[in-house]
């Protein structure tokens, strides 16, 4: 069965700190697609970034971060030096290569970031 | 206008009201989605549609009635909804992975209809 855990239901930092968000998934299918996407308080969820199965490197862009580790099966993202901006709920999302249509959401982490 | 674009962002719904929810993509795109949003629970895929046919019917109650004209639009009816009903309601587009190649089939969304049923 597929399943996404954003065990981290709520984090609070103040600003400059660093932050990670942790995403564990659980996938039967060898080839899948993970993804990023932030939630600010507008609603709208905005795409931060897409991996597949077969690409371990981490990703770097600016400030954020992510490191794909398959032999734990998680995904986990970094903010560095966090900004009042970065407050939102982060949602970790699963597809798999037999059904990219279907996207399997974690339950979201909440992010406050204070000045 | 540029990428997904919902409306209404907001409404409010009578159980006896019938509306419609608009989702329009500027992206190009072939394939789109409804979601609900409730407040702590993931993401729920309601239906999708690929090249204007729907492809998942996510087992959603029959008084949700979705219609896709073309590619750039998609409309969910909605008639005799219940309180449990009142989410936000998400339109997402993505283009065919088998068409355009890795990575075209990641979602992007709207900005959502917030919706309240009475």
């Known amino acids: 069965a597929q399943k996404v855990t954003q065990a981290q239901t709520e984090i609070s930092v103040v600003e400059k700190e660093d932050v990670t968000l942790d995403c564990v998934y659980e996938t039967r299918d060898t080839t899948y697609y993970l993804f990023w996407y932030k939630q600010p308080p507008s609603g709208e969820l905005v795409f931060l970034i897409r991996?597949?199965?077969?690409?371990?490197q981490n990703e770097i862009s600016g400030r954020y971060s992510w490191n794909f580790q398959k032999s734990t099966s998680s995904f986990n993202f970094t903010i560095t030096a966090s900004q009042v901006v970065d407050s939102a709920v982060y949602f970790c999302a699963l597809s798999e290569s037999y059904n990219t249509d279907k996207l399997i959401f974690g339950t979201g982490t909440r992010l406050q970031v204070f000045p | 206008e540029t990428g997904v674009t919902q409306t209404p962002r907001h409404l409010v719904m009578g159980m006896t009201n019938k509306k419609s929810l608009k989702c329009e993509q500027h992206?190009?795109?072939?394939?789109m989605y409804w979601y609900k949003q409730s407040a702590k629970k993931p993401l729920e895929l309601m239906f999708v549609y690929n090249f204007k046919e729907q492809t998942e019917n996510n087992s959603v109650p029959s008084r949700f009635s979705p219609e896709c004209p073309n590619s750039s639009h998609l409309f969910l009816h909605l008639h005799t909804l219940q309180p449990e009903d009142s989410a936000l309601y998400l339109c997402?587009?993505?283009?065919?992975?088998?068409?355009?190649?890795?990575?075209?089939?990641?979602?992007?969304f709207g900005p959502g209809t917030r919706l309240t049923v009475l």
């Open positions: 992206l190009g795109h072939n394939a």
């Open positions: 997402a587009s993505s283009q065919d992975r088998l068409a355009g190649g890795e990575g075209a089939d990641t979602q992007y």
């Open positions: 991996r597949n199965s077969f690409d371990e």
